[in-house]
Structure formats: structure tokens, C-alpha cells
T-cell receptor
Framework: AQTVTQSQPEMSVQEAETVTLSCTYDTSESDYYLFWYKQPPSRQMILVIRQEAYKQQNATENRFSVNFQKAAKSFSLKISDSQLGDAAMYFCAYRTSGSRLTFGEGTQLTVNP | EAGVVQSPRYKIIEKKQPVAFWCNPISGHNTLYWYRQNLGQGPELLIRYENEEAVDDSQLPKDRFSAERLKGVDSTLKIQPAELGDSAVYLC??????????????FGPGTRLTVL
């Protein structure tokens, strides 16, 4: 079974600084997809960034980028120039084609002014 | 474009009572998902529909939970009777469908259920 592990229950960052959230996963599949979702107190799960395992290039979305290390089964999220609105619970998630999303336990990010 | 709509946003019931949640997916999305999210944890899939067919319901506690998506559009998730351990946030998500990498799931705001 696939598992997703987020080893940092809580992280904090100063506004305008950079923070990296860690995620590792376990799978025997070669073709899969990885996601980072953000869940603010409103509970709405918002897609932050997506990475296809067959792509070597790391995905980037504005201030958000990932460091995808396929051999190490690692998928970390870097948030640059952190803003107060980035404060939320961040979930790493994995799926193969047509299968369910498997989520990690989440990392609560606090942004300090 | 409207997102995934869920109602109600909050529900408080006493144990042994029935409860139902409603979800309307993004227009044109063939795949619909129901997740349960316990406090401090990530969501866990309860059931996935491809159009009106339930294709993955292995995690649905079928003794008390039921779901339907009769016309392949909106869906209802029911619990009868509710137990204290059912207190959680119930999330609905939808995706266009298919096995493409672009089949990204989009989530609704969820329903927070409290069972007293």
C-alpha cells in the first residue's frame, strides 16, 4: 500500500522569508502523481502544485516550487517570500492513474509578521 | 465557473440520528469523491463515482453509510444511525475523469458533522 509521510506537524516562518515543507512517500509504482494541497481554516482544500513522476523538471507555481527526488521518494514544497495568507495546513498527496488520493498527516504552517 | 458545492456547512445531531450531506460537483466533471477528514488528519476516501457508478467504495462502512449519485451529477452521502466516532469533516471533490495526469481533484468546503 502507498503511504505518504509528513514528518513536520508544525512549521513557522517569518513573513517574506522562505520555508520548506517535507514529504516522503512509499510506492512500488513508476508512474504516479504528487500534489500539495493547502487547507486554511475555512477547510477548503486548495491545490497548490502538481508534479508528474515522469517529469524530471521540478514544478513551479509563482512563489511555490517543489524539489522532487524520485529515487529518494521525496517531494518537498518550498514557499518563497512567505505571506500571511500562506498560513494554513499543508497536505502532501499521492495517486497513481485512476486511483484514490492518499494524503499525508499534514503540516501546520504559521507565518509570523 | 462555480466550484464544488456542499451543504450543509455544519450539522449537529445526537447519536443514533440519521444525517445526509449533499454535493454538487463542478459542471462537466464525471468523477465524484467523498472523503472523511478526522481532526488533525488528512482526508481519507470513502467512495468514488465514475458518472453514476460507484467504482471504489472499499473504505465505506456499509453497515451505516450509504451514497448515491443517481443521475451522474449531484450526490448524497447518508449516515444512519450516526455514532459519536462519525464526528468529522466530510469533503466532496470532483475531477474531469479519466486516467490523465490532468485529472486533478477539486474540493468543496466540506460539512463539519458533530455527533453528541
Amino acid at each position: 500500500a502507498q503511504t505518504v509521510t509528513q514528518s513536520q506537524p508544525e512549521m513557522s516562518v517569518q513573513e517574506a522569508e522562505t520555508v520548506t515543507l517535507s514529504c516522503t512517500y512509499d510506492t512500488s509504482e513508476s508512474d504516479y502523481y504528487l500534489f500539495w494541497y493547502k487547507q486554511p481554516p475555512s477547510r477548503q482544500m486548495i491545490l497548490v502544485i502538481r508534479q508528474e513522476a515522469y517529469k524530471q523538471q521540478n514544478a513551479t507555481e509563482n512563489r511555490f516550487s517543489v524539489n522532487f527526488q524520485k529515487a529518494a521518494k521525496s517531494f518537498s514544497l518550498k514557499i518563497s517570500d512567505s505571506q500571511l495568507g500562506d498560513a494554513a495546513m499543508y497536505f502532501c498527496a499521492y495517486r497513481t492513474s485512476g486511483s484514490r488520493l492518499t494524503f499525508g498527516e499534514g503540516t501546520q504552517l504559521t507565518v509570523n509578521p | 465557473e462555480a466550484g464544488v458545492v456542499q451543504s450543509p456547512r455544519y450539522k449537529i445531531i445526537e447519536k443514533k440520528q440519521p444525517v445526509a450531506f449533499w454535493c454538487n460537483p463542478i459542471s462537466g466533471h464525471n468523477t465524484l469523491y467523498w472523503y472523511r477528514q478526522n481532526l488533525g488528519q488528512g482526508p481519507e476516501l470513502l467512495i468514488r463515482y465514475e458518472n453514476e457508478e460507484a467504482v471504489d467504495d472499499s473504505q465505506l462502512p456499509k453497515d451505516r453509510f450509504s451514497a448515491e449519485r443517481l443521475k451522474g451529477v449531484d450526490s448524497t452521502l447518508k449516515i444512519q444511525p450516526a455514532e459519536l466516532g462519525d464526528s468529522a469533516v466530510y469533503l466532496c471533490a470532483s475531477s474531469p475523469g479519466g486516467r490523465q495526469s490532468t485529472d486533478t481533484q477539486y474540493f468543496g468546503p466540506g460539512t463539519r458533522l458533530t455527533v453528541l
